[in-house]
Nanobody, 118 residues
């Protein structure tokens, strides 16, 4: 069992930056792929970014490439999402997730709200 706790969300103006953190409990953190997803109001949950289980290769949604950076610090059981050049359309609840593969996340955090104002 893995428990995930996100933090770092908030209100920011367009063009600004935020860094989200996700701390994982459990000794098996290093066995999982880790990722960030988001759900905007009235929309389905969508993939944002993830790192692979063994070698931390990063993958990004086209909508955030060049603006967001995902990273993992294994010694801290933490995965980060650095978000720059934020846009109003980035407004959403952001969820941290863990799974054997990026496509099959099985553990989810409760989410952190990110609101970007114009």
């Amino acid at each position: 069992q893995v428990q995930l706790v996100e933090s770092g969300g908030g209100l920011v103006q367009a063009g600004g930056s935020l860094r989200l953190s996700c701390v994982a409990s459990g000794r098996t953190f290093n066995n999982y792929a880790m990722g960030w997803f988001r759900r905007a109001p009235g929309k389905e949950r969508e993939f944002v970014a993830a790192v692979t289980r063994s070698d931390d290769i990063a993958h990004y949604a086209d909508s955030v490439k060049g603006r967001f950076t995902i990273s993992r610090v294994r010694a801290k059981n933490t995965v980060y999402l650095e978000m720059n050049s934020l846009k109003v359309e980035d407004t959403a609840v952001y969820y941290c997730a863990a799974g054997w593969q990026i496509a099959t996340m099985i553990y989810w955090g409760q989410g952190t709200q990110v609101t970007v104002s114009s």
